[in-house]
């Protein structure tokens, strides 16, 4: 008989609750409680306390240099001491490549080789992840293809030059541009009005994205846009295939939460609607991805998006000194 919470990622049955996370040698659960890991002991008051909240949504609030990355590496290593849940059920979603293969490694120096399982990466990785599993909802098959921003610009050339549209009035860049704004937002071509299109081709842009669209498919691939916009169609389309993952990820970790844009949200706010353990760090004062769809506004509506979560401002800075803290916050005011 196999073990009911094996590492079977399809599995979605949870571990068991125990203190300490240990099984005693006559095969029942050890509640006795864990010592504290030593990780706890370098963290401050605030950082302690956004760690070691775990249970139901908790927006952490941390400028540069709080410490904030130190918080979400505690954070992954503390829930897997625990035992609360097994590694391939954690969601961590950053921004960068790099700063995940970080993340990877320094939880890994604290709990072992485990971390190795979890679900961590760019929201484009992870969208890719998921849906290369379930292409098949959205017309495409498992080996689909990628575009870069050069294949995409390339690609709407030649539908412009089909369509007998001047691409040098109307260039195929901006078209482009205005494609992923559209998809930055977590709208296919049937829920943008024409409107929204304004003068580009004289009105024809949706029109020319609904082409665009059904030509990727038939070319069998998508662009970077895609990867999240079809992993929200998919859920659309299959409730089931959405109950699935919200059972599956038992804890969700975002980084930079205030550089997200529409579709990200959404995306992050269905697959959390499981478990409801989700813990969003950012700075409330800042968005450098404003240029490309980032919504502040999605860290400022945490608490009503997510009833009774738990805010932890982190206050304590260990980078700028104290004549640069106030002409920041000067300046920020």
Request: charged fraction near 25%; glycine fraction near 8%.
């Amino acid at each position: 008989m196999t073990d009911s919470y094996s590492d079977d990622p399809l599995n979605f049955e949870p571990p068991p609750d125990t203190a300490s996370g240990v099984t005693r040698p006559d095969g029942r659960p050890d509640t006795r409680p864990a010592a504290p890991p030593v990780w706890l002991d370098a963290l401050n008051e605030g950082q302690r306390t956004a760690v070691e909240s775990m249970d139901g949504p908790v927006l952490v609030l941390a400028g540069a240099g709080t410490g904030k990355t130190r918080v979400l590496i505690t954070r992954l290593a503390q829930i897997l001491h625990t035992g609360r849940c097994r590694p391939y059920q954690i969601l961590a979603v950053t921004f960068t490549n790099k700063a995940a293969h970080e993340m990877r490694y320094r939880v890994g120096e604290l709990v072992g080789p485990s971390a190795e399982s979890m679900w961590m990466g760019t929201f484009h990785a992870l969208g890719v992840r998921i849906l290369r599993r379930h292409s098949e909802i959205v017309g495409l098959k498992s080996n689909f293809t990628i575009l870069d921003a050069d294949d995409q610009v390339r690609l709407l050339k030649q539908l412009l030059s089909v369509e007998d549209i001047d691409e040098k009035r109307w260039p195929a860049r901006a078209l482009s541009a205005l494609i992923q704004r559209w998809k930055d937002r977590g709208l296919t071509p049937d829920k943008v009005s024409p409107a929204e299109g304004g003068e580009f081709a004289n009105g024809r842009a949706v029109e020319i994205y609904a082409l665009y669209q059904s030509r990727l498919k038939t070319l069998n691939a998508c662009d970077f846009g895609d990867l999240l916009l079809h992993c929200l169609t998919v859920f659309s389309k299959q409730p089931d295939v959405l109950k699935n993952y919200q059972g599956l990820f038992h804890y969700i970790l975002v980084d930079e939460y205030q550089d997200t844009n529409v579709g990200q949200y959404l995306w992050l706010r269905l697959l959390a609607q499981g478990h409801k353990n989700i813990c969003c760090v950012g700075d409330d004062d800042q968005s450098i991805y404003g240029w490309r769809g980032a919504e502040v506004g999605n860290i400022l509506k945490f608490e009503k998006d997510f009833p009774g979560a738990k805010v932890v401002r982190l206050e304590r800075n260990y980078r700028s000194t104290p004549h640069i803290l106030g002409a920041a916050a000067g300046l920020i005011a």
